[in-house]
């Protein structure tokens, strides 16, 4: 007698190609957000500060002269934080490097996500993936980062699990 197999359980999404359209928004507020991460982490490592809130007062000057909106500044922060609590030099950010937004990326429609980009809180239009029902997003609720890979745009998953 032959055994039957169960149906897989759909596999959850954990990634979402942003639209092309938003190419030179999404790469400025990269660019400006590896700079304010660099730039608090410049100031709190020549003054030995690694907590969130001394590394804003202290690097608030700075910070102002990149012009991120408050949330993008604190994500920047507590980046910048981080790092200086993980290695015992100068933190380093690349240009293009991942910004993480935790859980601030909201879903108003299926094809969109609203997110805070470098000229404030916009709705960024979603590659629609065929294989996925679009009732509500898959990235709902879960904490994300912004990565890009060659010249595409995605929003990933920070709590998938890797293979």
Do not use: C
């Not at 359209?21 to 999404?26: M, R, T």
């Not at 907590?51 to 804003?56: I, T």
């Amino acid at each position: 007698m032959a055994q039957r197999r169960r149906p897989a359980a759909p596999k959850q999404i954990d990634e979402l190609v942003l639209a092309q359209s938003a190419h030179e928004l999404l790469t400025d507020t990269m660019v400006r957000f590896n700079a304010a991460a660099e730039a608090a982490a410049g100031v709190g490592f020549a003054l030995g500060v690694h907590d969130p809130k001394a590394l804003a007062k202290a690097a608030a000057d700075e910070l102002a002269k990149i012009g991120l909106p408050a949330t993008l500044r604190r994500l920047a922060i507590e980046r910048a934080a981080a790092e200086l609590r993980a290695v015992r030099r100068k933190p380093r950010f690349g240009r293009l490097q991942t910004v993480p937004y935790g859980t601030t990326v909201q879903w108003p429609a299926p094809t969109q996500a609203r997110m805070w980009t470098s000229r404030g809180h916009r709705n960024v239009p979603v590659e629609p993936d065929p294989t996925y029902g679009w009732v509500r997003s898959p990235l709902e609720g879960r904490p994300v980062s912004l990565q890009r890979r060659g010249a595409a745009f995605y929003l990933v998953a920070d709590d998938r699990e890797l293979d």
